[in-house]
């Protein structure tokens, strides 16, 4: 049996919480959080804390934390040399306290506190300090049905970049043609089968090879009429940059369409 103590409420902790308490093999022996009111939902057996003085000792302490949080936090616990590690993209192994036994739990995958979530459905990218602790570490992954990775701190922080590329900015993209077709008073759910295939096609072929569009072709007159259509600049500005960027990728013509090409046409 694996003992965790969970530290933090946020997004990434609640749904940790949900798996490890559900897991055969692991037991949640605290949460701690400084207020009570982020966890009062959960109604389990778990002992919930609000002083950090009062942490009891278990196999491995997850600091799901703000990335900000994570330094300050990991010095403030009452102990030494045991195995704390920490569920971020971003923050670099050796930014937890020395005095401990470090490690990165990291769990690849978007999380909003109200949704459901399959741990099978998420990998966790692992790294340790101490070897030692490594397997422990492969075990917890296994125990909520996630594949893991052994992944170093830089890999880590390239993947999470990555990340934001095909999570964040892809939801931003989402948001942007919502935006653009409820203005005509579309349905975005029109566009919800295209999303699922662009998806899906990902899974068994490479980004460059699943890529079409007016960009990709070098329909000028498509590029054109888009242009002319989209009413924000701030849209008009993204239109052109990812125009380029596909274009670049695949070697199509050089001359696309540019924002002062249209706007001298517009003139005319």
């Known amino acids: 049996m694996i003992s965790v103590v969970l530290i933090g409420a946020g997004n990434v902790a609640s749904h940790l919480y949900n798996a490890f308490f559900n897991a055969e093999t692991v037991v949640v022996k605290q949460w701690y959080n400084r207020t009570f009111e982020a966890v009062k939902s959960f109604q389990n057996d778990t002992e919930v804390i609000d002083d950090i003085s009062e942490l009891k000792e278990a196999d491995v302490y997850i600091l799901a934390v703000s990335d900000d949080a994570i330094v300050n936090v990991s010095k403030s616990f009452p102990f030494d040399n045991r195995f704390v590690v920490h569920t971020s993209g971003s923050v670099g192994l050796h930014d937890l306290d020395k005095r401990q036994k470090r490690g990165v739990f990291y769990p690849l995958q978007s999380f909003s506190k109200d949704a459901t979530m399959d741990f099978v459905n998420v990998p966790i990218c692992i790294e340790t300090e101490d070897k030692s602790n490594l397997q422990l570490l492969k075990d917890l992954a296994e125990a909520i049905g996630s594949k893991h990775y052994k992944i170093s701190t830089e890999q880590r922080q390239t993947l999470h970049l990555s990340a934001v590329f095909v999570n964040n900015f892809t939801n931003q993209l989402y948001r942007i043609a919502h935006e653009i077709s409820d203005a005509k008073s579309i349905n975005f759910d029109i566009l919800k089968p295209l999303i699922l295939e ?52 695949h070697g199509t013509s050089k001359s696309s369409v540019t924002k002062n090409h249209f706007r001298i046409k517009n003139k005319s």
């Open 198 to 249: 662009t998806a899906k096609k990902v899974q068994d072929m490479s980004p460059f090879k699943a890529q079409t569009g007016p960009a990709k072709r070098n329909d000028k007159k498509t590029l054109k009429r888009h242009l002319k259509l989209i009413e924000k600049e701030e849209h008009r500005d993204i239109y052109e940059l990812l125009t380029k960027s596909i274009q670049k990728t």
